[in-house]
């Protein structure tokens, strides 16, 4: 008889619901809310629900940003900022909703690199206080220039090992990450490839995660790419499938930068007239991304789409395949045991306790 036990599992729950619906349980007033992707694969659709569903007095985290953090302070989402980058389409002569927010005193700003807010939000995935970074930053405006965080934006210690200058940054727990990826099961296991950036460490620093999908595919094809899931099932609170979550940004393996689209926003959102008719246009006119998609093949057609289109380019195989036996099989083999000869042998030495 067969006595090695039998290992235990929990039955993983199904995490898929709608995007609205998602967005309503999961983000609150209130939240330090974390963007996860890096410039790539952009959250908008989970961004215009949340715009669409008026959340407000937001702590934005994100590493780098296009017009992410436009579209939410538009929606009037947002009260404080911890960023690295932000991209002004147009440079210092023209002001976009950030700008317009930051001589208005509608939102606070904490500036930071981009490998600090790394480092934050791995350490607040791995469970640390905080963790060291290069005493680089020490000697910049960053070090020295505090809003919001004041004392805790960084700070410096003695190592303990080498008595040198060491700077420290504090961990990051948001509240909640919302996260566009290729792909997922129905239980949340997330997939991602391409330029990866903070994807994986922003996502575990939250204690929620919402992640949108250009598909939903089978557990068994999760499998078959174990190292493409960034995000395991356990940590994620909803998964909803959102085909063209991300334009106009890119999406490594379905779709390519809608410079067109993009472009046309840039010039809208140099004024707040411009701005405004945007936002009325492509998110508080629009119930969902279904529809969005349907206005944007109403207004420009299937043509920039086909445009959009990638180029093949496939990964090469590996074998993924393992030796179908227990090591205890190994060991009966070896000793030319049977199975039961082996537990048997075991139990009277006080070596397999079962």
């Not at 992410?68 to 404080?80: F, M, R, T």
């Amino acid at each position: 008889m067969n006595r090695i036990p039998e290992l235990k599992t929990q039955k993983s729950s199904i995490k898929t619901m709608e995007l609205k619906d998602a967005v309503s349980k999961f983000v609150n007033d209130g939240d330090t809310l974390a963007l996860c992707n890096f410039l790539h694969a952009n959250p908008y659709a989970i961004i215009h629900e949340i715009i669409r569903q008026e959340r407000k007095d937001l702590t934005i985290a994100v590493a780098s940003a296009i017009e992410e953090v436009d579209l939410l302070i538009s929606g009037g989402c947002v009260s404080k900022i911890l960023t690295s980058y932000y991209h002004r389409a147009g440079g210092r002569r023209y002001k976009r909703e950030l700008d317009r927010a930051l001589f208005d005193e509608k939102v606070i700003i904490e500036d930071y690199t981009n490998f600090t807010m790394c480092a934050m939000f791995m350490a607040g995935a791995l469970g640390y206080d905080f963790l060291p970074v290069m005493k680089s930053i020490k000697e910049s405006d960053i070090f020295n220039i505090r809003t919001f965080k004041q004392e805790n934006k960084l700070k410096v210690i003695k190592s303990p090992f080498t008595g040198k200058e060491t700077v420290l940054v504090p961990a990051l727990n948001p509240d909640v990450a919302i996260v566009h990826v290729q792909r997922a099961d129905k239980f949340g296991n997330a997939q991602f490839w391409g330029s990866e950036g903070t994807v994986k460490w922003t996502a575990l620093s939250a204690d929620k995660i919402i992640v949108s999908c250009e598909e939903i595919v089978d557990t068994e094809k999760i499998k078959r790419s174990p190292f493409l899931t960034k995000i395991p099932c356990f940590r994620v609170s909803a998964v909803c499938e959102v085909p063209w979550g991300a334009h106009p940004s890119p999406v490594a393996g379905y779709y390519n930068t809608d410079i067109m689209f993009r472009s046309m926003y840039f010039g809208k959102a140099l004024s707040e007239v411009g701005n405004e008719k945007f936002m009325e246009e492509w998110v508080y006119n629009i119930s969902n991304r279904k529809e969005y998609m349907d206005h944007y093949r109403e207004r420009f057609g299937q043509e920039p789409l086909k445009y959009l289109e990638i180029n093949e380019y496939l990964s090469d195989q590996v074998n993924l395949g393992y030796k179908k036996t227990y090591w205890q099989d190994d060991f009966c083999y070896n000793l030319a045991l049977s199975r039961e000869e082996y537990i048997e042998l075991t139990e009277e030495e006080g070596e397999l306790e079962l």
